[in-house]
């Protein structure tokens, strides 16, 4: 995979050279994200409650080429992701909450296509493609004493005996961080693609503020199958079966530092075109006029 995305880079630095590219541009950039994890399981579970967090994306590198209307980029970075959602009792008051965090190694490829061009400011759409690799994984649950809306197949073969069941749910006891899921239990690797705008504001001749925003969607299951076996024969007791994607919208501002090739060779053309030497021959181009005589 890592070779395929070098050969990419490659092509894209030889595609600029031989299309006369304008820019060239390397920097970082930090962010946020906010996580939609769509999960039918969750959604038929009345113990959960959607809630929607911010979570920290901590750093990234940028490499850009930019052309006359369009550009690449490649911009790896540490991505948090995941939706957190409140643990609610059987007249839906808040207990307690179920976190999911995932963080990944992310490898976007992306182009961008422009859409307002001035000399110091442009917008543009920005379609992506990306790996990520997982480095972590953690999904949780903590809650009060209350009484929860257990569903009925889950009752039957894995309830704890301090978990008491009445005719309108069950009496839980207190819990705090029950793991239900580790970084086993996620597949090692995540395909993502992601559509946005971003805007790159040029702050002096050599460098450049960027704003970008991007809504990605996950194209896999992010759990294994050994754990979907699980929850389909209802071996889990805070989670029912269900198709889970993940979807996060992802903030970032960067800067970089970029050198404006076409710029570089205009003025050198300038330099030599503004300031001619004028041309003096040592000898005329023509017969030296006599000075003597002719002989008779």
């Given amino acids: 995979m890592f070779n395929t995305y ?4 490659l092509v894209f630095t030889f595609v600029s050279g031989w299309a006369q590219t304008r820019t060239f541009s390397l920097g970082i950039f930090t962010g946020i994200t906010s996580s939609y994890t769509y999960d039918d399981g969750i959604g038929k579970d009345q113990r959960y409650q959607s809630r929607h967090d911010v979570k920290f994306a901590p750093m ?8 006359d209307n369009v550009g ?3 911009s790896p ?5 995941g939706q957190n959602f409140h643990v609610v009792n059987t007249t839906g008051g808040h207990e307690g909450v179920r976190k999911i965090n995932l963080q990944y190694l992310n490898i976007p490829i992306a182009c961008k296509l422009r859409i307002i061009d001035m000399s110091f400011f442009r917008v ?5 493609v990306s790996a990520a690799y997982l480095l972590k994984g953690k999904e949780s649950v903590s809650h009060n004493d209350a009484k929860l809306k257990i569903p009925d197949e ?5 309830l704890p005996p301090d978990y008491i069941r009445e005719y309108d749910g069950v009496l839980s006891p207190v819990v705090r961080k029950y793991s239900m899921l580790t970084k086993n239990d996620f597949k090692p690797m995540q395909f993502f693609v992601a559509a946005g705008l971003r805007s790159d504001w040029d702050m002096s001749e050599s460098w450049r503020v960027s704003f970008d925003l991007r809504l990605n969607y996950g194209l896999l299951e992010p759990r294994k199958d050994t754990y979907l076996t699980k929850l389909s024969t209802y071996q889990t007791l805070y989670d029912i079966a269900g198709n889970r994607r993940d979807m996060f919208a992802q903030f970032t501002i960067g800067i970089s530092k970029y050198v404006d090739v076409e710029k570089n060779d205009r003025e050198k053309k300038k330099k ?5 030497k004028k041309y003096t021959p040592k000898r005329y181009p023509w017969p030296k006029p006599r000075n003597a005589k002719p002989k008779g």
């Fill in 77 to 81: 970075g540490l991505t948090t992701i």
């Fill in 72 to 74: 690449f980029l490649v």
């Fill in 124 to 128: 543009s759409f920005i379609g992506s």
């Fill in 154 to 158: 889950i009752v039957p073969p894995i």
């Fill in 6 to 9: 070098l050969t990419i880079l």
């Fill in 272 to 276: 030599i075109k503004g300031s001619p």
């Fill in 60 to 67: 990234g590198i940028n490499y850009e080429i930019d052309f």
